[in-house]
Nanobody
Framework: VQLQASGGGLVQAGGSLRLSCAASGAIFRINVMGWYRQAPGKQRELVASITSGGDMTYADSVKGRFTISGDNAKNTVYLQMSSLKPEDTAVYYC????????WGQGTQVTVSS
């Protein structure tokens, strides 16, 4: 069982990126999928999450700019990031929560000013 994240990269401030994360393997029902991020010297923080029922949660710092969505049939979660700011620069990790928490390998997002 693994999570494969993709879509990170380098973008200028004001630009957009879309992250994807797919869970593969024998995994029991996923209740929540989401994205965390960790900037250098800072703690990992929740960016956004979505439940299997479609309930979404966002960090205050990304509300109105980021949109999380999911495809339950594909065990996939997406994070559409718009109006990116330099402070969004971090390694982004996806997580899937079923009977346990499963973390992806992280993908770097760098926003230049």
């Amino acid at each position: 069982v693994q999570l494969q994240a993709s879509g990170g990269g380098l973008v200028q401030a004001g630009g957009s990126l879309r992250l994807s994360c797919a869970a593969s393997g024998a995994i029991f029902r996923i209740n929540v999928m989401g994205w965390y991020r960790q900037a250098p010297g800072k703690q990992r923080e929740l960016v956004a999450s979505i439940t299997s029922g479609g309930d979404m949660t966002y960090a205050d710092s990304v509300k109105g700019r980021f949109t999380i969505s999911g495809d339950n049939a594909k065990n996939t979660v997406y994070l559409q990031m718009s109006s990116l700011k330099p402070e969004d620069t971090a390694v982004y990790y996806c997580v899937a929560i079923s009977t346990t928490s499963l973390w992806g390998q992280g993908t770097q997002v760098t926003v230049s000013s």
